[in-house]
């Protein structure tokens, strides 16, 4: 799914996005000028392999995701924002959630058969 930057307003726009087994939605809303703050939840799964034993394992999603868009380049101060600058004023909802499940697939992962080898996380 893609949304024109332009068609976004003070009004919250949904969006949904899928991608394998991996839902993405919540709403777009205009802050200010070329701002925009998305809002929303990642639910479903994904297959991660262990980092251990490299077995494939369903991983449940449900992750809220909140960060900023910004239409071209963002110049504005505020450092610590989390804008992504999008491309062509256009919105592309599969490609956001494309980074965030490979942000996701970042992480430190174990399968259930390796749990306890490592204290980082627990599942
Ligand atoms: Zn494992």
Partial sequence: M???????GSHPLHF?????NARFSGDLILKK??????NGTIT????IPCDLCAEEIEHPLNEE??????????????????????DHSTI????????????????YFCCKNCEGTSLDREF
């Fill in 2 to 8: 893609k949304i024109a930057f332009k068609k976004l």
């Fill in 16 to 20: 949904e996005a899928n991608r394998d």
């Fill in 33 to 38: 000028g070329n701002v925009a703050q998305l």
């Fill in 44 to 47: 479903g799964s994904i297959s």
């Fill in 65 to 86: 995701v909140t960060f900023y868009l910004s239409d071209g380049i963002y110049e504005g101060s505020d450092e610590e924002l989390d804008i992504v600058e999008i």
């Fill in 92 to 107: 592309d909802l599969d490609e956001l959630l494309h980074s965030e499940i490979e942000l996701i697939k970042s992480d």
